[in-house]
């Protein structure tokens, strides 16, 4: 059984989970049906692109004890999809967000982790947002969740329920290494960064 996490909260993935080895770690979102006749909510985002493909992607910044980035092998996104020491593994980019469930996934395996890897940070940004005038106001029905890869069961599932309107990107949740033990927190931020880039360069 899922523990439904709200914005902030805070969870110990590994204790009492010896077996926890690897997971899988799920994002999802959809793109706000717009009625192609103009209406309200088509007015209500101003138009520029309502009825477009919003394609967003998910990355993962991996930061040292400091916080830090330390170097471009260490950010996990669709133009780099395993990390150096194979324990990070992006499953690709999903360029519509259509249908149901994960719309992008992501496999750790918590064992080969490098001991210099303390926090991975789970992001989700639109692509060209603001060339095609898109943000997280046209999108509903975003999630982050964790599943279990050898039992299958889905540990956390946190819904990113807040108004994202102007945001360009989201800050989903993160993961963190306290001692022996993993732990995942739901952060729930937006921000108005254009790209994974500009968000990773907070961390360098």
Same mark, same amino acid.
């Given at each position: ?14 204790? *009492? ?30 138009? #520029?692109?309502? #009825? ?9 910044? +991996? ?13 996990i996104?669709? !133009?780099n ?10 499953? !690709?980019?999903?360029?519509? #967000?259509? *249908? /149901? ?19 991975l ?5 639109? =692509?060209n ?6 943000d997280?106001? +046209?999108i ?12 299958? /069961?889905e540990?956390?599932h =946190? ?6 309107? !102007?945001?360009?990107?989201?800050i989903? #949740? /993160?993961? =963190?290494?306290?001692g ?9 931020? *937006?921000?108005?960064?254009s ?5 990773a360069?907070?961390?360098?």
């Open positions: 059984m899922a523990i439904n996490l709200v914005k902030g909260q805070k969870i110990d993935l590994t204790k *009492g989970r010896d077996s926890l080895s690897s997971i899988m770690v799920g994002l999802g979102w959809d793109p706000i049906e717009t009625k192609k006749s103009g209406g309200f909510l088509s007015s209500l985002l101003g138009g #520029g692109g309502g #009825g477009a493909d919003i394609d967003c992607d998910a990355s993962v910044i +991996m930061l040292d004890e400091n916080g830090k980035l330390k170097g471009k092998e260490n950010l996104y669709f !133009g999809k395993q990390s150096r020491d194979g324990s990070v593994v992006h499953s !690709g980019d999903n360029l519509t #967000g259509e *249908g /149901e469930g994960d719309d992008e996934t992501i496999n750790i395996d918590l064992k080969r982790i490098s001991p210099s890897i303390h926090r940070i789970f992001v989700v940004n639109i =692509y947002a603001k060339q095609k005038k898109q997280f106001g +046209m509903e029905n975003a999630f982050i969740r964790l599943v279990d890869n050898q039992s299958k /069961e540990l956390v =946190y819904n990113l329920t807040e108004n994202y309107s !102007g945001k360009t990107s989201l989903t #949740g /993160e993961l =963190y290494r306290q022996s033990e993993w732990k995942f927190s739901a952060v729930g931020e *937006g921000t108005t960064d790209d994974i880039g500009s968000i360069n907070k961390y360098v």
